[in-house]
T-cell receptor, first 116, second 110 residues
Framework: ETGVTQTPRHLVMGMTNKKSLKCEQHLGHNAMYWYKQSAKKPLELMFVYSLEERVENNSVPSRFSPECPNSSHLFLHLHTLQPEDSALYLC???????????????FGPGTRLTVL | AQSVTQPDIHITVSEGASLELRCNYSYGATPYLFWYVQSPGQGLQLLLKYFSGDTLVQGIKGFEAEFKRSQSSFNLRKPSVHWSDAAEYFCAVGVDQFYFGTGTSLTVIP
């Protein structure tokens, strides 16, 4: 595997379900990100992890819970979601050199989530 | 607040024609500027980026972009579009984090 991989690629869940999205990067990067992509809206940054510590949480509802067990893996745990949470969830990674948002982010293919 | 504007939601061009996708940003200083492309079912792929120096930046797949400080713009161009260029294009600004535009969907007709 190369680059950034995400599983599953598609997920349909009910509002009472609990599921998790997985992201893995094979680039040796030290920062990982979760974005939400909804139609006709800019990508929304949800969470940022640098060196496995969360450094950004853009007021995301608590029904989304991230986990970063090591620099190569990132999870997004989902529970009691709402239909408006249906979107494409993208994972990205970069080499954070401490200089701010200058480092290219590499994106995975995304997980298409549908909440019924 | 930082913002990125891509005024064209959808553009249709003929194969072989030239292309220009517009991007304007709102930020006090010169940020880091990026263009990404997203094909259906795929993640975002970096086309090119601007940090400083020469305001005309060359990227992959024959794309280029020009930074114009006076207009706060970073428009993407390609002299001759190929059918495989049909995709969604996103402009992004790197400040404290990445800020993306809403994207421009490109259709290429034969």
């Amino acid at each position: 595997e190369t680059g950034v991989t995400q599983t599953p690629r598609h997920l349909v869940m009910g509002m009472t379900n609990k599921k998790s999205l997985k992201c893995e990067q094979h680039l040796g990067h030290n920062a990982m990100y979760w974005y939400k992509q909804s139609a006709k809206k800019p990508l929304e940054l949800m969470f940022v992890y640098s060196l496995e510590e969360r450094v950004e949480n853009n007021s995301v509802p608590s029904r989304f819970s991230p986990e970063c067990p090591n620099s190569s893996h990132l999870f997004l745990h989902l529970h009691t979601l709402q239909p408006e949470d249906s979107a494409l969830y993208l994972c990205a990674s970069s080499q954070d050199r401490g200089g701010g948002a200058e480092d290219e982010q590499f994106f995975g293919p995304g997980t298409r989530l549908t909440v019924l | 607040a930082q913002s990125v504007t891509q005024p064209d939601i959808h553009i249709t061009v003929s194969e072989g024609a030239s292309l220009e996708l517009r991007c304007n940003y709102s930020y006090g200083a010169t940020p880091y500027l990026f263009w990404y492309v997203q094909s259906p079912g795929q993640g975002l792929q970096l086309l090119l980026k601007y940090f400083s120096g020469d305001t005309l930046v060359q990227g992959i797949k024959g794309f280029e972009a020009e930074f114009k400080r006076s207009q706060s713009s970073f428009n993407l161009r390609k002299p001759s579009v190929h059918w495989s260029d049909a995709a969604e294009y996103f402009c992004a600004v790197g400040v404290d984090q990445f800020y993306f535009g809403t994207g421009t969907s490109l259709t290429v007709i034969p």
